[in-house]
């Protein structure tokens, strides 16, 4: 624990400020004389930095697989990612280290392994009994492209089909091929002079797994005899085959094509189908075969004992269906359901009540895995209704533009949040519950609770609770329902600034405490939201338009004349307050047919019902100047104790009190310096050229971006890199130009040098570095607050930093937080009774801190964080007592300051991938990791630090990811991540008398063994491909901790003390262990075998 002697510092560096009058020397001493020690408590062991969880629906999904009796899904990406779902609340997300897209999975059925297979051909084993699951092995094909894979449920050995049509056949305990391959000139006839393609399907006979059906791609089929190493027969189709699945008696198989036919072919006839069906195709006369229609890409042939077979089946549209959405279509006895979808589908499973392939398969759901959601449709019930998703899916609906993280909220705010969303639920959903119920939860080491606040492109606002490191939707509000809506494009008023998405959330301003939200749009639109359980009907929307310019018009003022700067304290004995004023938009053009006085867009004016949740207390827009669009805002804050909300853009600021609804400050940026602007401006005429579309649409991957678009407001994006210029001069043209208000804070603080107590007020940063603080002067509360005039006035007091300002903070005495005044949430749409407003009359808005009842002698500690360096200042003395340069190269894209530990710490965000953190008020660095190099803007716009260590940021469109840098929660994680593996008895084998020892048995397992062990078929071609111990090796294997075995021995013990037995589970256990040790010796025989050849001798 360190000490910091405040006078010792003080006395140091008095130099620092530049002017200091007699009265702030004076009260430096007094401060000094003091003793003030500051304990600092944060120490960097006190931080790690490790990713937590990431929620949301996997980005480019490519591969699907469900483990009917673990009850686990398993979705694979394009990017290689893979994340596993179980009960609601038990997910994980997994990485391929080489990025290679995933394009198939295959569970070990209930053995808590799982196999993929990835486009730069290798094969993995994860073993997913482990809370983080690992790679055992890796296998890499070096000659063949891997096409298609197939693991017979319980057995070892797994067929890998390649683009070359042969078929190799892997050991999944010791992930090494086996010397058994058919090649794809001895499986179709010798007469066949054509190449039949890739292989796009194998399986085995569910009745005979020494038969294996073999699809290829030009339309032929193969049932190989694995025995006799030859083919029993051959199915020739002039249609290439998408698809092929087996009827569970092995007498039939269905194949889908690519002219949208399903041909069902007995075994025994392989002359021609059995019968050939389109199921969209409309049927001609006279007997000719219906149209072609679009390829059905997958078909599943599902049988149940009381009905009629299930044949389900993706794509097969016919081609006249311009526009139609994609479509599942499911086939049960003569009826045709065809089920719309949003989005196109990637792949689809039917879940089944048995995992045995030759029993009745009973199907009740199936899983459809779409381009952007998963929607899972109940068989069961007529209509096939969908299961009301229980997981986070729906964080991308629309595209998310900006978020907030709010930790250690109010205990009473979810509850409250939920029961105003619980009522927004759509109805029609299956009655049955979510079938994916695999898993268990971890334990709660966390009690506080976590709010995430997402705003979108279309102008929602999404509520998440995210306690505990899961994720739930609370409730959604719907910005955009107070404006008019154009019909089409030409309805669209001519006065909008952006192109396409007119409603989007930029800024989200809002106190837990008083639950007051404010929110900015990109089309310079703000809103202000009280929250209450009634719901109203609002004859008239309250609305307020501010004229906010930042230039002087050469046409107005010819002579460059300023407009009169704001009095500064000593200019008179009164100092004048700013004259509240609002711009009703009486005109839409002026006289020069420029568009003036005209919002972006239009509110309603019929009455607005408004359901419980939050309610719309105030609008605000920004209109159009002298033809001047007005800047998107760049600034927002919202004060619930002042009844103020204040916001900036490149023009200037705009105070307004929502409870008078007047406009209290409306200064362009050059006019808050008065007569202090330290830079030289030039006059110039406001930009006759439309605005950019600045909309924060979601940027897609690999799309060019107009040089302005989605800018952030203090950065200049070249080509959509960060790298950024910045002239160091302060009289650079372009540089003054764009000086805007970036960062707001409403405080109770000294606003002078000569202020011998704190008082209500707001500091303003802007991207020059500069610090101004405007002084509030609010009247008494109740009935008087919406009389009397707030009184707004400049204190003078200018700060001065490098870099944009991004973030401040005060601390008091102690160096604890001081939060800003609030006031507790009340229901306002209720009438209060005569004590609640006695209460309400004496009500006046204090700071919760300490502050609000300090000593005179007594100071505080101004925290402010710019891009490029930390100051602390000490109030009211104004003198630096620490600074932090806290980078050179690069820039800070977020700054918070954030409880931890019982302390506060600054944590920022760096564009070069640094997070860091520094102690206060001292500034001392406590952690620096590189984590995340800035690739696109979305990271920069999301990113966001809260209390008790945590922070997230969108990792791609359609995912969060939640990362935290306490220690205490790095070591916690382990515990609070749920178990996707729990030990499940196997179904038993169906008619286990009449197949013993053919199905499911013991013996079946020493067959394939015979076939394909190295005694029966020799070794494989060394070339062929290349073995790669994982994480979790030989070693892993043997080890107690890691590998399927060690923890297959563990599950074993443990259910041995329950007093159950293991069974078959148990030989399979032993049997692992033994091909393990038989491994590691054939390992180490090779190595003795080649240890002294020298290279050329391989």
């Not at 094969?123 to 790679?135: G, M, S, V």
């Not at 390649?162 to 992930?175: A, D, K, W």
């Not at 030289?680 to 924060?696: A, C, D, H, I, V």
Request: net charge neutral; with cysteine.
């Amino acid at each position: 624990m360190r000490k910091f002697n405040i006078r010792k510092v003080l006395d140091g560096l008095t130099a620092v400020s530049a002017v200091a009058s007699a009265s702030s020397t004076a009260q430096q001493q007094q401060a000094g004389n003091r003793e003030t020690e500051i304990q600092e408590t944060l120490q960097s062991e006190h931080f790690q930095l490790c990713k937590t969880v990431r929620h949301g629906f996997p980005y480019q999904p490519s591969a699907l697989a469900f483990d009917p009796v673990q009850k686990i899904l398993a979705i694979g990406t394009q990017t290689g990612a893979l994340r596993l779902f179980g009960r609601p609340g038990v997910e994980c997300y997994c990485q391929h280290e080489s990025g290679a897209a995933v394009i198939q999975l295959q569970f070990l059925i209930n053995e808590g392994a799982l196999v993929s297979a990835l486009a730069d051909d290798t094969l993995h084993l994860w073993n997913l009994r482990q809370k983080r699951p690992a790679i055992l092995h890796s296998l890499k094909f070096n000659r063949e492209r891997i096409t298609f894979c197939h693991l017979p449920f319980q057995s070892k050995w797994l067929y890998v089909g390649t683009e070359r049509g042969n078929i190799h056949i892997v050991n999944v305990e010791s992930f090494t091929l086996s010397g058994y391959v058919i090649m794809w000139n001895k499986a179709i006839e010798l007469s066949s002079k054509s190449h039949p393609g890739p292989v796009v399907h194998i399986s085995d006979n569910p009745m005979d797994e020494g038969k294996l059906l073999i699809g290829f791609e030009s339309g032929t089929v193969v049932l190989w005899d694995l025995k006799s190493k030859k083919a029993d027969y051959r199915y020739t189709h002039d249609e290439a085959i998408h698809s092929v699945a087996w009827h569970h008696e092995g007498k039939q198989f269905v194949c889908s094509h690519s002219d949208g036919t399903l041909t069902i072919w007995n075994v025994k006839s392989p002359t021609k189908p059995f019968q050939t069906i389109t199921p969209h195709g409309k049927q001609l006369k006279d007997g000719k075969k219906p149209e072609p229609c679009k390829p059905i890409l997958k078909v599943e042939y599902k049988t149940t004992r009381s009905g009629e077979p299930f044949i389900i089946l993706s794509g097969g549209l016919s081609y006249d269906t311009v526009g139609r959405r994609p479509c599942l279509t499911v086939m049960h006895g003569k009826s045709t359901a065809v089920l719309e979808m949003d989005y196109s589908i990637v792949d689809f499973l039917t879940l089944c009540e048995t995992p045995y392939p030759n029993d009745f398969q009973e199907p009740y759901a199936v899983v459809v895995l779409l381009e952007k959601d998963l929607v899972l449709i109940d068989l069961a019930q007529n209509g096939y209704p969908i299961f009301e998703n229980p997981y986070p899916l729906t964080i991308h609906e629309s595209p998310v533009t900006c978020c907030e993280y709010f930790a250690d909220c109010p205990v009473d705010l979810i509850p409250a949040l939920y029961s105003v969303g619980a009522r927004q639920k759509r109805q029609g959903y299956s009655k049955k519950e979510w079938p994916i119920s695999g898993g268990n939860w971890g334990l709660i080491t966390q009690s506080y609770p976590e709010i995430i606040i997402t705003g979108h492109a279309d102008g929602s606002i999404k509520f998440w609770d995210a306690s505990a490191i899961t994720l739930q939707v609370l409730y959604k509000l719907k910005t955009a329902k107070v404006f008019e809506k154009s019909r089409n494009k030409d309805d669209r008023p001519n006065t909008d600034i952006v192109d396409e998405d007119p409603y989007a959330i930029q800024i989200i301003s809002w106190c837990p405490e008083s639950r007051m939200l404010c929110i900015a749009g990109v089309s310079a639109h703000v809103i202000i939201y009280r929250f209450s359980k009634q719901e109203v009907t609002t004859e008239v929307i309250p609305m307020l338009e501010v004229r906010l310019l930042y230039e002087i018009n050469d046409v107005e003022s010819p002579d460059g004349e300023q407009v009169p700067p704001l009095p500064t304290p000593g200019t008179g004995s009164n100092p004048q307050s700013i004259v509240p004023q609002s711009h009703p938009s009486t005109s839409s053009s002026s006289s020069d047919g420029l568009r003036d006085n005209v919002p972006c867009l239009k509110v309603k004016n019929s009455p607005l019902k408004q359901s419980p949740g939050y309610q719309i207390e105030l609008v605000i827009q920004l209109v159009w100047v002298s033809g001047e669009p007005p800047q998107q805002i760049t600034s927002l804050a919202v004060n619930s104790a002042y009844g103020l909300v204040v916001f900036g853009n490149c023009n200037g600021i705009a105070m307004v009190d929502y409870l008078q609804k007047t406009v209290l400050l409306n200064l362009g940026t050059i006019e808050l310096y008065g007569s202090n602007d330290p830079y030289r401006r030039e006059p110039r005429s406001p930009r006759k050229s439309r605005q950019p579309s600045g909309g924060l649409c979601d940027i897609n991957e690999g799309t060019v971006v107009p040089e302005d678009r989605c800018k952030s407001p203090t950065s200049d994006v070249k080509d959509n890199s960060f790298s950024r210029s910045r002239s160091s001069s302060v009289t650079s043209i372009d540089k003054e130009s764009r000086e805007a208000i970036s960062a707001l804070h409403f405080c109770e603080t000294f606003t002078r040098k000569t202020d011998t107590s704190p008082s209500p007020c707001l500091w303003v940063g802007t991207t020059l570095g500069t610090v101004l603080v405007i002084v509030l002067n609010l009247p008494p509360g109740g009935e008087q607050r919406l009389l009397q005039p707030v009184i707004v006035s400049p204190s003078g007091t200018i700060l001065r930093l490098k870099g944009a300002i991004l973030r401040m903070a005060f601390l008091d005495t102690t160096g604890s937080l001081v939060p800003p005044a609030h006031e507790p949430w009340r229901e306002h749409n209720v009438p209060e009774d005569k004590d609640e407003k006695d209460k309400s009359k004496k009500r006046r808005p204090v700071s919760v801190s300490p502050s609000s009842s300090q000593e005179i002698s007594e100071n505080q500690y101004a925290v402010i964080c710019s891009e490029k360096q930390a100051k602390v200042i000490s109030l009211p003395s104004q003198n630096c007592i620490y600074k932090q340069n806290i980078t050179e190269t690069s820039f800070v894209l977020r700054g918070d300051i954030v409880s931890l530990s019982n302390s506060i710490c600054l944590a920022c965000f760096c564009a070069n991938g640094h997070i860091m953190t520094f102690s206060l008020p001292s500034l001392r660095p406590l952690l620096d990791v590189y984590y995340l190099p800035l690739t696109n803007m979305r990271i920069a716009r999301t990113f966001c630090f809260t209390n008790n260590g945590q922070a997230l940021y969108l990792v791609s469109p359609t995912e969060i990811q939640r990362l935290t840098y306490s220690q205490e929660t790095c070591e916690n994680l382990q515990e609070m991540l749920g178990e996707l593996f729990t030990p499940v008895e196997t179904p038993e084998a169906p008619n286990r008398g009449f197949f013993k020892g053919l199905f499911g048995g013991g013996a079946q397992s020493l067959d394939r063994e015979e076939l394909f062990g190295e005694s029966a078929s020799g070794k494989a071609s060394r070339s062929l491909a290349q073995h790669i111990p994982g994480p979790g090796g030989i070693e892993g294997v043997k080890g107690a901790a890691s590998g399927v075995v060690g923890e297959l021995a563990r599950a074993r013990l443990a259910l041995d003390e329950r007093g159950q037995k293991l069974g078959e589970l148990e030989e399979k256990t032993a049997a692992m262990l033994y091909s393990a040790d038989s491994f590691s010796k054939h390992a180490h025989e090779m190595m003795l075998k080649y240890k002294d050849k020298k290279w050329y001798q391989f």
